[in-house]
């Protein structure tokens, strides 16, 4: 059972524009998200988070947006460049973020492969 | 800095083999998982230690799988006897893991990964 859920296996948008990639998750208790940006043959490496206490966080031209009621979360890259082309991973936690208690177990989604055009 | 360090990067091998990976965490993390990925279900998280001990290894297929951390800088990965479907990519990550203090954000460190392939 899938609790962190990435519909859309891949997307490809122009250098320049806006990349949207979508996240749901299922489980009510987890109150920490993650973005991992994954290059071929290396590990993920964190790209941004956003606790549940917050509905926007933003760091230079990467923002995720969380609605807590729909169970969805986004990652808004803008401008596209042809660097960010990569598997984006979204993730989240029960626990984490401040208040934890040492359960730092991050559930995965199947990633969305980005490709940007040049 | 060194990163988390796995071994081997690429492993292939028949089926019935033992096969054992590697994974040195980064100096000072007290967490430690190893994930697995795979297309159909992406990054699959197999076992996690905290401060050496395994706190949850719901994630683990099945009792040919089995891990251990004898230190706080080694942790093994075993599969034993291996089969095709086990063919995937094995990630160790390492976490500070501080209980009860604002410096944890849940962020996770990767290793590069093993690459391995059952034939």
């Known amino acids: 059972d899938q609790q962190v859920k990435q519909n859309s296996p891949s997307l490809s948008v122009q250098e320049g524009r806006i990349s949207i990639l979508n996240c749901d998750y299922t489980?009510?208790?987890?109150?920490?998200f993650l973005w991992y940006k994954k290059y071929p043959a290396e590990g993920p490496t964190f790209l941004i988070s956003i606790s549940s206490i917050k509905d926007k966080n933003e760091d230079g031209r990467f923002t995720v947006f969380l609605n807590k009621s729909a169970k969805h979360l986004s990652l808004h890259i803008v401008p596209s460049q042809p660097g960010d082309s990569a598997v984006y991973f979204c993730?989240?936690?029960?626990?984490?973020?401040?208040?934890?208690?040492?359960?730092?177990?991050?559930?995965f989604g199947t990633g969305t492969r980005l490709t940007i055009i040049p | 800095d060194a990163g988390v360090i796995q071994s081997p990067r690429h492993e292939v091998t028949e089926m019935g083999q033992e096969v054992t990976l590697r994974c040195k965490p980064i100096?000072?993390?007290?967490?430690l998982f190893w994930y697995r990925q795979t297309m159909m279900r992406g990054l699959e998280l197999l076992i996690y230690?905290?401060?050496?001990?395994?706190?949850?290894d719901s994630g683990m297929p099945e009792d040919r799988f089995s891990a251990k951390m004898p230190n706080a800088s080694f942790s093994t990965l075993k599969i034993q006897p291996s089969e095709p479907r086990d063919s995937a990519v094995y990630f160790c990550?390492?976490?500070?893991?501080?209980?009860?203090?604002?410096?944890?954000?849940?962020?996770?460190?990767f290793g590069e990964g093993s690459r391995l392939t059952v034939l």
């Open positions: 489980n009510s208790m987890f109150d920490y």
């Open positions: 993730a989240a936690s029960a626990g984490a973020g401040g208040v934890s208690f040492g359960n730092e177990k991050l559930t």
């Open positions: 990550a390492s976490s500070p893991g501080l209980a009860d203090t604002y410096a944890n954000t849940g962020e996770l460190f």
């Open positions: 100096s000072g993390h007290n967490s």
């Open positions: 230690f905290n401060n050496n001990v395994p706190i949850d």
